[in-house]
């Protein structure tokens, strides 16, 4: 039984550049929630998807969009990158019905140059 | 505006040592969820417990036992005989009950446990 896989595991941008981010949630999940962790701080929440559509954002600017497929996988894309968003960039998957704790997956590691 | 404080940055102990990661949380909501993960060097949050508001029960599970009181707005974490595979950053969490799978998380800064052999 899969848990959640997050790709690529590291990436390293620079300023300006846009960047995408991909989930496959745990077996059986419909939702995925996105969080950023900073180095030395609690996840934020950035935002969460379920039945393709966003149902739920946190305090993040436009530049953060994302996408959820008819297979339940989602993406997190960042535009006009600054250095502010090197972070770990977690996923979190979910069954929407259920109301269970969440699932995560290792993170991908943005660094930003 | 929900907020979850962990005043512990870093706690170092010895091997078999009890140790206590505190948690004060602030929310305006009369129903909420509280969480513990766990977060070891791979990234991965690791799922511990959740309580429910309503349940003020304390809870014990091996090693591991929580310590609820909405009197003090506290959760406390309690690893009693530590071993190094502890060692790692926990994470007190607060959610909403809201719409099944709707919620989303507000997490403290962490707590940096390391158990020294």
């Known amino acids: 039984d899969a848990g959640v896989t997050q790709s690529p595991t590291h990436l390293i941008k620079t300023r300006g550049q846009q960047v995408t981010l991909r989930c496959s949630p745990k077996?059986?999940?419909?939702?995925v929630s996105w969080y950023q962790q900073a180095l030395g701080q609690g996840p934020q929440f950035i935002f969460q998807?379920?039945?393709?559509?966003?149902?739920q954002r946190g305090n993040f600017p436009d530049r953060f969009s994302g996408h959820q497929f008819p297979n339940y996988s989602s993406e997190l894309n960042v535009n006009a990158l600054l250095l502010g968003d090197s972070a770990l960039y977690l996923c979190?998957?979910?069954?929407?019905?259920?109301?269970?704790?969440?699932?995560f997956g290792d993170g991908t590691r943005l660094s930003i140059l | 505006a929900q907020k979850v404080t962990q005043a512990q940055t870093e706690i170092s102990v010895v091997e078999k040592e009890d140790v206590t990661l505190d948690c004060v949380y602030e929310?305006?909501?009369?129903?909420?969820?509280l969480f513990w993960y766990k977060q070891p060097p791979s990234g991965e949050l690791v799922f511990l417990i959740r309580?429910?508001?309503?349940?003020?029960q304390n809870e014990i599970s091996g090693r591991y036992s929580w310590n609820f009181q909405k009197s003090t707005s506290s959760f406390n974490f309690t690893i009693t005989a530590s071993q190094v595979v502890d060692s790692a950053v926990y994470f007190c969490?607060?959610?909403?009950?809201?719409?099944?799978?709707?919620?989303?998380?507000?997490f403290g800064k962490g707590t940096k446990l390391s158990v020294i052999p």
């Open positions: 979190a998957s979910s069954f929407f019905l259920s109301n269970q704790p969440q699932h």
């Open positions: 077996s059986g999940h419909d939702t």
């Open positions: 998807y379920y039945e393709e559509e966003e149902r």
């Open positions: 929310t305006r909501d009369t129903t909420y969820y």
């Open positions: 309580r429910n508001s309503f349940d003020e």
């Open positions: 969490a607060l959610s909403e009950v809201s719409g099944a799978g709707s919620y989303q998380l507000t």
